[in-house]
């Protein structure tokens, strides 16, 4: 019974695949090129490569787990179980393909007074890692700057309740933020998109 459960909801990727397939299949959930188009799923054009391989190892180890995600007519899906069944070679063509493909800030709706209040808070406390008003990315420091505020949200959950491994110095500053804070750093993220 497992077996089978697990060849239902696991990824369509097959040993014999091509890399053409490969980019289809990421693309089924996080969008044309990696632009995601789906709130809840993370844009990863232009991650940075070692970010991109980081990313697939903490997937890989179980370090960091992947909500469920389900997309009409198709079969769910957990990043995990499709990290584990990418070869290294696969990852690196991959990580490759999309550190190489521009990011399209998402389009969402701002509240301006957070946003002002976010710049600040991200002056003080984000922009020596993510620099650039998180636009930039820095090894494994991905693009904030007009990231899915969704998305955003749930990973700052997964900081505070430890569901998400995070460098200590990083854990320190998100701990000393309140939610007022939190959201008004999303909206500031999601107004950097917008310009």
Known sequence: MFIFLSLVVAPTI???????TLVQTCESCHGKDGNSTTP????????????????????????????????????????????????????????????????KPAQQSVNTELARRGEVIHKQSCERCHTDNGAKPVEDAAILAGQWTPYLRR?????????????????????????????????????????
Do not use: C, W
């Not at 097959?14 to 053409?20: G, H, I, L, M, Q």
């Open 14 to 20: 097959t040993p014999a695949r091509d890399f053409v």
């Open 40 to 103: 809840d799923v993370p844009i990863i054009a232009g991650f940075t490569y070692e970010g991109f391989l980081n990313t697939i190892d903490v997937f890989r180890e179980d370090e960091r787990v992947a909500k469920e995600f389900h997309k009409a007519g198709e079969p769910e899906t957990v990043m995990n179980d499709i990290a584990k069944g990418l070869s290294d070679e696969e990852v690196r063509n991959l990580a490759d393909y999309f550190s190489k493909r521009d990011f």
């Open 155 to 195: 990973q700052f959950d997964n900081f505070l309740s430890g569901k998400r491994m995070v460098p200590r110095s990083m854990l320190r500053r998100i701990k000393k933020l309140s939610k007022n804070d939190i959201e008004a750093l999303l909206h500031f993220y999601a107004s950097e998109g917008l310009q």
